[in-house]
C-alpha cells in the first residue's frame, strides 16, 4: 500500500509554477522540423532598410562563429524541395520547399542562389554565438513568377523555437536587390528566411550577409577607425560575372574573380585590403592549378608559364594576403596569376602594390580591382600574343583601380566626390618606366578599355565625378 507524501505535493505545485512564471514574452512563430507554421503571431521588430543591387560580397570565413560571414550558396548542392540539411562555406542550413538554384531563371550572383516556395525556409542550423549587428539578403522573383511576401525569422534556442524579426518584405522585381535588417542582437541566435505569401510564386535568395561586431564580417567593417577584413566586392561585379565560360565568377575568402576560359586567366580579380589582412605569414610560392573551376576548363598551372620569358604575375597580390598561411596560399591559384612582363611585373607593378600597403599602416583601407585587357605583350624572350601553345593569353596591358578610405564602417555610404581613387593601365613591356605614377588614367578610361562598370555600387552623382578624375596625389 502507497501512502500520500504531502511534501511530494507541495514540491509539484511550486515547480508547475515556477514553469508558468518563466514563460517568454516572445511568441514562437514555427518550428523548423514541421513543415506547417505552429504560431505566426511571434515577432520582434527592429529598424529594416532597403537598398538596391550592391552586388555579391565575400570575406574571411575562419573565424565564422564569431565574425560576420557572407553565404553565397556556391558550395551547396541541393536539387529537390524536399525538406533537407545543406552543408554551406558558413555551416550547415535547414531547407524546406527550398533547394539550391542553377537555372537561368535563377536570380543570381556567381552560380548558384537559394529558390523557395509556397511556405518554404532556409534556415541557419548552427549560432552566431557572440550576436549580430545586422543581416543584409539579396532577393528577387525567379524566372517570371509573380510577387512573393517573406520574413527574416531568429531563434535563440539552438532553432527550436523562431520568430519573425523586422518588416515583411515584398519581392516584386527580377533584379537582385538588398534588404538590410539593423538587428543589434547581443543573444546568441540564428538567422534564417521564412516565405509567407505568393502560394507557388517562387523567389530566389543569393548574398546572406551577417554582420558582427568583430572584425572579418561584412562589407561594413569592423569597429569604426579600427582595421577589418572585409567583403572582396563591395562595390559591385564590374562585368556582372555568372557562368559563362568567357565570365565565369568564382569567389574565395581572399578575393573574387571573373575567370575567362578562352584567356586562361582571369578577366579581373577584387578584393579589399587593410592591415588586418597584412602579417608575418612568409610567402608560400606554391602556385596550382585552381580546381573550383568546372571540371570542362582548361585550367592552367605553372607549367604553362616555364620556359614563355612571362613572369607568373599576381593579380591579388601574395603581399595582400600575410594574415595567415591559408590566406597567403589563395594567391597562388593560376586562376589569379597571368602572363606578366618581368619589368612591369617586379618594377612599376611591384612599386605600386608597395605603395597601396603603405597606406594601411596609415589607418587606411583600400579596395582593390586589378584585371588584364587587350593581347600581346614583350617578355623576356620577345613579343608572344599567347602562351602555352596558345591556350593563355599574353596581356597588352595590366589595369589597377584602388578606392582608399580610412578605417571604419558603412564604406559605400563613406564615399565622396573628395575620396581619392587610384587607376593605372601599365604596358605589358620590357623597358618601361620602374614609376608607377606614368601610368596613371581614369577610372572611365579603364572602364572604356574594358566594358566594366568599376564602381557600379556608388550613387550616380558621386560615381561619376570620381571616375572622371586623374589622380594626382602622392606617390610615396
Known amino acids: 500500500m502507497k501512502f500520500f507524501n504531502f511534501n511530494y505535493y507541495l514540491a509539484f505545485i511550486f515547480v508547475s509554477l515556477l514553469l508558468i512564471s518563466c514563460n517568454t514574452d516572445e511568441e514562437p512563430l514555427y518550428e523548423v522540423t514541421k513543415s506547417i507554421p505552429l504560431e505566426i503571431n ?37 536539387e529537390s524541395y524536399s525538406t533537407g540539411n545543406v552543408n554551406l562555406s558558413s555551416g550547415s542550413w535547414s531547407l524546406s520547399d527550398a533547394l539550391i538554384g542553377v537555372l537561368s531563371s535563377d536570380r543570381k550572383f556567381g552560380s548558384k542562389s537559394i529558390r523557395i516556395r509556397n511556405t518554404g525556409h532556409a534556415t541557419m542550423s548552427f549560432n552566431m554565438d557572440d550576436g549580430v549587428k545586422k543581416i543584409s539578403i539579396r532577393h528577387a522573383k525567379y524566372g517570371n513568377d509573380g510577387s512573393s511576401n517573406w520574413r527574416l525569422v ?45 502560394g507557388s510564386n517562387r523567389i530566389n535568395i543569393d548574398n546572406f550577409e551577417v554582420t558582427t561586431g568583430a572584425t572579418g564580417g561584412g562589407d561594413s567593417g569592423g569597429d569604426s577607425g579600427n582595421p577589418s577584413r572585409d567583403s572582396n566586392i ?15 565568377y568564382l569567389s574565395r575568402p581572399d578575393y573574387s574573380l571573373s575567370y575567362n576560359n578562352s584567356r586562361g586567366t ?11 589582412w597584412i602579417g608575418s605569414t612568409v610567402r608560400c610560392d606554391c602556385f596550382r592549378s585552381d580546381t573550383a573551376l568546372p571540371n570542362s576548363f582548361f585550367k592552367p598551372s605553372s607549367n604553362n608559364y616555364t620556359g614563355s620569358g612571362f613572369d607568373r604575375g599576381h593579380l591579388c597580390p601574395s603581399g595582400d594576403r600575410t594574415y595567415a598561411s591559408g590566406s597567403n596560399s589563395n594567391t597562388f591559384y593560376v586562376s589569379n596569376i597571368a602572363p606578366q612582363s618581368p619589368d612591369n611585373n617586379q618594377k612599376s607593378w611591384n612599386s605600386f602594390e608597395n605603395y597601396l600597403r603603405s597606406l594601411t599602416s596609415r589607418g587606411n583601407e583600400i579596395h582593390i580591382i586589378a584585371g588584364v585587357a587587350g593581347s600581346g605583350g614583350t617578355g623576356r624572350n620577345g613579343f608572344a600574343s599567347t602562351i602555352s601553345s596558345g591556350r593563355i593569353t599574353v596581356p597588352s596591358s595590366f589595369w589597377k583601380v584602388a578606392l582608399i578610405l580610412p578605417n571604419g564602417t558603412n564604406d559605400i555610404n563613406r564615399v565622396t566626390t573628395s575620396t581619392r581613387v587610384i587607376a593605372i593601365n601599365v604596358p605589358n613591356s620590357q623597358n618601361i618606366s620602374r614609376d608607377w605614377t606614368s601610368f596613371r588614367t581614369s577610372v572611365n578610361a579603364i572602364e572604356s578599355l574594358t566594358g566594366y562598370d568599376l564602381l557600379e555600387n556608388i550613387p550616380n552623382s558621386i560615381e561619376s565625378v570620381l571616375e572622371s578624375r586623374i589622380d594626382n596625389g602622392p606617390s610615396s
Open 154 to 198: 531568429a531563434s535563440y534556442d539552438n532553432g527550436a523555437n523562431w520568430f519573425f524579426i523586422g518588416n515583411t518584405v515584398n519581392t516584386n522585381s527580377t533584379r537582385l536587390n538588398t534588404v538590410t535588417f539593423n538587428v543589434n542582437e547581443t543573444r546568441s541566435v540564428r538567422y534564417g528566411i521564412y516565405k509567407i505569401s505568393g
Open 42 to 78: 511571434g515577432s520582434i521588430d527592429v529598424q529594416t532598410n532597403f537598398y538596391d543591387n550592391e552586388g555579391p560580397h565575400e570575406h574571411n570565413l575562419l573565424i565564422r562563429r564569431s565574425s560576420g560571414f557572407i553565404e553565397t550558396y556556391e558550395s551547396g548542392k541541393k
Open 234 to 248: 563591395t562595390f559591385g561585379n564590374p562585368s556582372n560575372a555568372g557562368t559563362s565560360s568567357s565570365n565565369y
Open 266 to 276: 582571369a578577366n579581373w580579380v577584387s578584393w579589399h585590403l587593410s592591415s588586418a
